[in-house]
């Protein structure tokens, strides 16, 4: 079936340093990739939708200067929290989709920790 | 605009109970896809069934059981002699398909945490 993998799983960055996260969905092409964000005991929120050569479309209230995507290729996605702070610690997961109609496959998600 | 209703926030039940989890979703599209998703404390999000706005026919696959109306706008979930290891997060989830702002975009529910006691 379809897979995502998403590195890395966890990382602890100093507060004002960037963290890159990547989503490779490796036996299909994902013309679009969703990334989300997850705080502890709350719902997954979209926060930008990524398709393959073209600016990601942000959620309202989502900074895009601070969350930058991209999504370079079919296969790649990257996620750039950029200066980040604690208050961005939090768990990102990725999904991907193959087109119109299909199934989301998820990456396994990166637990952000600034400190 | 889309939304994805999981009315109980936290289920307690002992092991060989069986459970339902509540659903209820908004959209002005005919044309949708709902999910559900069990998230155990790993945090990685498992898939549990899809199905389109065209297929009201309930579904069974083992312990797991869905019930679709449209008329409610309800996707429930049962779980039927729940073990411990059904133990865990679990997400209802819409994408609209009709082509609109929202399209392909999939929104969550709020989650519903299931504790299965021994």
């Known amino acids: 079936g379809a897979v995502v993998s998403q590195h890395p799983s966890r990382v602890i960055c100093k507060s004002g340093t960037s963290v890159k996260i990547e989503c490779r969905s490796l036996?299909?092409?994902?013309?679009?990739m969703f990334w989300y964000r997850q705080f502890p005991k709350q719902s997954l929120m979209l926060m930008a939708t990524?398709?393959?050569?073209?600016?990601?479309?942000?959620e309202q209230g989502v900074e895009k200067d601070k969350f930058l995507i991209n999504h370079a290729s079919l296969t790649l996605s990257t996620l750039t929290v950029t200066s980040a702070h604690p208050e961005d610690s939090s768990f990102y997961i990725c999904?991907?989709?193959?087109?119109?109609?299909?199934?989301?496959?998820f990456g396994s998600g990166t637990r952000l920790t600034v400190v | 605009a889309q939304k994805v209703t999981q009315a109980q926030t936290e289920i307690s039940v002992v092991e060989k109970e069986d459970v339902t989890l509540d659903c209820v979703y908004e959209?002005?599209?005919?044309?949708?896809?709902l999910f559900w998703y069990k998230q155990p404390p790993s945090g990685e999000l498992v898939f549990l069934i899809r199905?389109?706005?065209?297929?009201?026919q309930n579904e069974i696959s083992g312990r797991y059981s869905w019930n679709f109306q449209k008329s409610t706008s309800s996707f429930n979930f049962t779980i039927t002699a729940s073990q411990v290891v059904d133990s865990a997060v679990y997400f209802c989830?819409?994408?609209?398909?009709?082509?609109?702002?929202?399209?392909?975009?999939?929104?969550f529910g709020q989650g519903t945490i299931l504790t299965v006691h021994p």
């Open positions: 199905r389109n706005s065209f297929d009201e």
């Open positions: 036996d299909f092409q994902a013309t679009t």
């Open positions: 990524s398709n393959e050569g073209s600016k990601a479309t942000y």
């Open positions: 959209t002005r599209d005919t044309t949708y896809y």
């Open positions: 989830a819409l994408s609209e398909e009709g082509g609109g702002t929202s399209y392909g975009k999939l929104t």
């Open positions: 999904s991907a989709r193959e087109g119109q109609g299909a199934g989301y496959t």
